[in-house]
């Protein structure tokens, strides 16, 4: 079964361009919050979701809708921060500024729960980035881009039992590295 | 199977992915656990954390810098979305090029009547061969083997 977006991207193919429009404005904010947590560089990661896409529009003579959109575009997003990120461990120094961007709290929130939650999203930033690249990409598309298991297997290019145990080991490292802050 | 064990069974509990049948015995075992139950809070809440966590919006210019970068790519001659029928037709000539090149050197340097004085031992027999390997046109081979790899960069959908 075609899923809406994949349907879009047929359109696409078809010589629509306001559905890879519409593509692009449904998919630009998920692509890039997920790069910036994978390469850690906000900058870098606006250059990739660059690359995604302009990967996408060129592939479109020759797409066909074999799996989720999402799917797809998200497996070329972590092939592209893979590639990235082997070709540069240079992200360490640079991150600490902006962990704090991505832990920004919410504006309505009083002093004292803004401060709380900064510092548990700042912790949990931290931890994140601390996990090993594919423990990361499983989890960040499970807990934040809401793909199912076979989503992530196909998208990494893994088993469901190897995202299973991805994402088993990386929950078990942020509750450790958390500890006590996890479980208030 | 221990607590611990049954820890992966939580996350998937919590992630919607286990089957009817083990999701029944998981909620039994919970009913009269001392421990598990405190592990499924504890896994609630990292959750709730996780998907707590901001999400990003591009800056300003994303888009206009998106599209130009398109446009860019699709002027350059044989590249892009609409330059793909371009490209196979130049790679098709490069190919029939090289081939007619392959050809004439061929016929050149191959045996020659047993009359003619025995040239030294070279490729390329006279002066007029050195020309037309001097031929700017000739790097249609450099072409050839660039385009390729250009086709090879393509992502493959699905």
């Given at each position: ?26 998919y630009?904010?998920r692509v890039?919050?997920f ?17 995604v ?17 999402s799917t797809w575009i998200f497996g070329i997003a972590h ?58 990409a499983?989890?960040l598309l499970?807990?934040?881009q809401?793909l199912?298991?076979?989503e992530i297997?196909?998208a990494l ?28 | ?158």
């Amino acid at each position: 079964m075609v899923d809406d977006d994949a349907r879009l991207m047929l359109a696409f193919r078809d010589g629509d361009r306001r559905a890879f429009e519409s593509l692009f404005s449904r998919y630009t904010p998920r692509v890039l919050t997920f790069l910036t947590r994978m390469v850690r560089d906000r900058a870098r990661a606006e250059e990739l979701t660059q690359d995604v896409f302009v990967r996408v529009y060129n592939a479109a003579e020759r797409y066909e809708a074999s799996a989720r959109f999402s799917t797809w575009i998200f497996g070329i997003a972590h092939n592209l921060a893979l590639n990235d990120l082997a070709r540069a461990h240079r992200r360490y120094e640079r991150a600490d500024g902006m962990l704090e961007e991505l832990g920004a709290a919410d504006p309505a929130a009083s002093a004292e729960d803004k401060l709380d939650a900064v510092r548990m999203q700042t912790r949990l930033e931290r931890a994140l980035a601390a996990l090993p690249e594919r423990q990361r990409a499983a989890l960040l598309l499970r807990s934040e881009q809401g793909l199912s298991y076979e989503e992530i297997a196909e998208a990494l290019s893994a088993t469901v039992s190897s995202v299973k145990s991805l994402i088993h080991r990386a929950r078990e490292a942020l509750l450790a590295d958390l500890g006590e802050e996890a479980s208030r | 199977m221990t607590c611990d064990e049954r820890r992966a069974d939580l996350i998937l509990y919590l992630d919607g992915e286990l089957g009817p049948a083990e999701r029944t015995e998981l909620e039994a075992h919970l009913a009269t656990c001392p421990v598990c139950p405190g592990i499924l809070e504890a896994e609630r809440r990292l959750s709730g954390a996780l998907g707590a966590l901001p999400g990003l919006e591009p800056s300003g210019d994303f888009e206009a810098r998106f599209w130009a970068r398109v446009a860019r790519e699709q002027e350059a001659p044989g590249r892009g979305f609409a330059g793909l029928f371009s490209r196979r037709l130049v790679l098709a000539l490069g190919g029939v090029s090289a081939a007619a090149l392959a050809l004439v050197i061929a016929l050149r340097v191959g045996p020659r009547p047993r009359s003619e004085p025995e040239p030294d031992l070279q490729i390329v027999a006279n002066s007029e061969d050195y020309e037309l390997l001097e031929d700017p046109d000739l790097d249609v081979i450099a072409v050839v083997d660039l385009l390729e790899s250009w086709d090879g960069d393509q992502d493959q959908p699905g």
